[in-house]
């Protein structure tokens, strides 16, 4: 048998003469769970949804209004079946009363097993230790979420979105706000505008897309696919691959296990401690450290400095010097062009190299033994050693230096 019990206390409060007529009203309602989801539909103040009995779903309203005779009429709509159970904030007319001020807290506890979808505006909401799916929309308020252990779906708009502990796959849309999330044991989806993006301890998956904000993320058990633009971005400890597509903003981070590809513009790129790294950028340096495999980059109108490279390298600059050292791999192909810029290569010893370099407007000087096979002002083809790699080394108007 369906039951649901209902229970209103009303309580004058005295308040600043403005307010004189302001009053506070609480509504509580339970009713009996009987399968299906709980949908909450609120408006004008927070919702707060916390896990309770098994057999029951409750709803607590405080009503707070500027004018009695309006706060009185605010009532809260409860209704439950075989299907799930709705419980739903519902306002009077509100023509005529612009002077008039109101607001209404929700509270409700589900059923640990009750998949849950809130719905709210001009109001936070917070929902901690949810244990089947929930998803959770909002506008114009924070939306807070702890220690939920299934699948989630968030969004919002011109609010923030924290979410600190999750047992499942995780989304999250949002706009005019930030998104700060910790600790979470699904995938990670993102979309956001207008707000920073944080994301750690992620234990599978993630991907980022997002505009006018900076990103930050670590601590990734998969992959990580980030899309930024006008604004910085951060990354470190992923243990999957990386892609990584930046516009307008600093890339900077480390230790990517996996292969790091990385497109940018417009600001410089530096990474430390990846697998092998394809960087392309324009208009903004690369600076590479510590790359465990081949290092291929291009950009133009900025540096690039490479360093302990164990693969191959090859970069194609423009007007931009370029400068590689602490080659790791005994025999690893190399070539390195630019223009209006000058070429800076220090070689591991022992190791071979069949050389040509060709530079106009400037020098090539070496400090390496080298066997000349044809040298002219600007061109030199070589040995380094025995040889057997090859090392393609070009610019215009630039010296080339061996060392």
């Known amino acids: 048998m369906k039951r649901i019990r209902n229970s209103i206390a009303v309580a004058l409060l005295l308040a600043a003469p403005a307010l004189a007529d302001n009053a506070q009203k609480t509504i509580s309602r339970t009713v009996d769970y009987e399968g299906g989801g709980v949908t909450v539909e609120h408006s004008f103040g927070s919702v707060t949804v916390r896990t309770g009995s098994a057999r029951e779903v ?3 309203l405080r009503i707070r209004s500027s004018d009695s ?14 299907s799930g159970v709705s419980i739903r904030t519902v306002y009077p007319g509100v023509h005529g009363r612009h002077h008039s001020s109101w607001s209404a807290e929700l509270e409700v506890t589900v059923p640990a097993r009750a998949p849950l979808v809130v719905r709210n505006r001009f109001g936070s909401i917070d929902a901690a230790g949810l244990a089947a799916p929930s998803e959770l929309i909002n506008a114009q308020g924070s ?18 979105v924290t979410v600190r ?15 700060q999330i910790d600790d979470v044991q699904g995938s990670v989806t993102v979309n956001d505008r207008f707000g920073s993006v944080q994301v750690k301890d992620a234990a599978r998956d993630v991907t980022i897309n997002n505009t006018n904000g900076s990103v930050e993320v670590s601590g990734v058990g998969g992959d990580a696919t980030i899309t930024n633009a006008f604004g910085s971005t951060r990354f470190g400890a992923i243990q999957g691959d990386l892609a ?26 530096e990474v430390r401690d990846v697998g092998a790294a394809t960087i392309s950028n324009a208009n903004g340096a690369v600076i590479a450290r510590d790359v465990h495999g ?3 980059v291009h950009t133009s109108f900025a540096s690039v400095f490479l360093a302990n490279v164990s693969g191959a390298v090859a970069v194609e600059n423009q007007n931009g010097a370029i400068s590689v050292s602490g080659l790791r791999a005994p025999c690893a192909a190399i070539s390195l062009r630019t223009s ?6 220090e070689l591991p010893r022992g190791a071979g190299y069949d050389v ?40 215009t108007n630039g010296s080339i230096n061996l060392e």
């Open 58 to 60: 409750g709803a607590r």
């Open 69 to 82: 005779e309006f706060g009185s009429r605010i009532q809260l709509a409860v209704s439950g079946g075989p």
């Open 143 to 160: 939306i807070d979420a702890r220690d939920n252990r299934a699948a989630q779906r968030i969004e919002n708009a011109f609010g923030s």
């Open 165 to 179: 502990g999750g047992g499942g796959d995780l989304k999250v849309q949002n706009a005019n706000g930030s998104v």
């Open 244 to 269: 990584l597509h930046s516009n307008n903003g600093r890339v900077e981070g480390s230790r990517v296990r996996g292969s790091a590809t990385i497109d940018g513009s417009f600001a410089t790129i």
């Open 294 to 296: 081949a290092a291929t």
């Open 340 to 345: 209006f810029a000058p070429i800076k290569i």
């Open 356 to 395: 040509e370099a060709r530079t106009s407007f400037g020098s090539i000087n070496t400090s390496v033994p080298i066997t000349i096979g044809r040298k002219s002002e600007n061109s030199l083809i070589g040995t380094i050693a025995n040889g057997g790699c090859r090392m393609e080394l070009v610019t």
